[in-house]
């Protein structure tokens, strides 16, 4: 069964950072498109960063652009996200997701994704 694993969640106080990895497992991403997603308790799940695994091109919600960077791993088969300066509003569960698409496009759309991962919890507080 293939499967996305995330991991490297945590409690920070604000301003520190955390790298979050997303790990494929009985699939390879080279041909996927993968997005970071993330949820709090009663709101929808929303795109925050998405990468095309093809053509290396990087998407950013304009409430994380400056601060997460997302990057890919080919011999790890990973995709990370790397997070700095995190706000208290950065709190949430976070799910990377996968698809074989090339690009980007309408990333935000959840019906779009066929694999998601179980998700990580990041808390960020003082």
């Known amino acids: 069964q293939v499967q996305l694993v995330e991991s490297g969640g945590g409690s920070v106080a604000p301003g520190e950072s955390l790298r979050l990895s997303c790990a494929a497992s009985r699939f390879i991403l080279d041909e996927r498109t993968v997005a970071w997603f993330r949820q709090v308790p009663g709101k929808e799940r929303e795109g925050i960063a998405c990468?095309?695994?093809?053509?290396?091109?990087?998407t950013y919600d304009d409430s994380v652009k400056g601060r997460f960077a997302i990057s890919r791993d080919y011999a790890a088969n990973k995709v990370f996200l790397q997070m700095s300066d995190l706000r208290p509003e950065d709190t949430a569960v976070y799910y990377c997701?996968?698809?074989?698409?090339?690009?980007?496009?309408?990333?935000?759309?959840?019906?779009?994704?066929?694999?998601w991962g179980q998700g990580t919890r990041v808390t960020v507080s003082s």
């Open positions: 990468i095309s695994m093809v053509v290396g091109h990087k």
């Open positions: 997701a996968a698809v074989e698409r090339e690009t980007c496009t309408a990333y935000k759309s959840l019906d779009n994704w066929d694999v």
